[in-house]
């Protein structure tokens, strides 16, 4: 198992940027992929971004293609989201996920472990 801790939320502008933080412990994270999904209040969580074990793929949801980039680092087992231009449709709990494998999946079901969330609110 590997216990994830995100940091990196806060409130920030329209048109700004946050890079989010995903740290994982208790195993190394090599060798999985890595997703982050957002949850706005009253609606589902979906996904934002995932990658294959080496970042080799990634997938980027259509409303945060071109702003937002996710990258890791085995070396540090940290991942990361680099938020950027942000709109008012950004703000939600956003979480990263592990999952166990090395391919990188779009739902939220396929993902093993979870963090805590970081709230990202924007304002206009």
């Known amino acids: 198992q590997v216990q994830l801790v995100e940091s990196g939320g806060g409130l920030v502008q329209a048109g700004g940027s946050l890079r989010l933080s995903c740290e994982a412990s208790?195993?190394?994270?090599?060798?999985?992929?890595m997703g982050w999904f957002r949850q706005a209040p009253g609606k589902e969580r979906d996904i934002v971004a995932a990658?294959?074990?080496?970042?080799?793929?990634?997938y980027y949801a259509d409303s945060v293609k071109g702003r937002f980039t996710l990258s890791k680092d085995n070396a540090k087992n940290t991942a990361y989201l680099q938020l950027n231009s942000l709109k008012p449709e950004d703000p939600a709990v956003y979480y990263c996920?592990?999952?166990?494998?090395?391919?990188?999946?779009?739902?939220?079901?396929?993902?093993?472990?979870w963090g805590q969330g970081t709230q990202v609110p924007v304002s206009t």
């Open positions: 208790g195993r190394s994270f090599s060798s999985y992929a």
């Open positions: 990658v294959s074990w080496n970042g080799g793929n990634a």
């Open positions: 996920a592990a999952r166990r494998e090395p391919s990188m999946a779009t739902m939220w079901g396929y993902y093993d472990d």
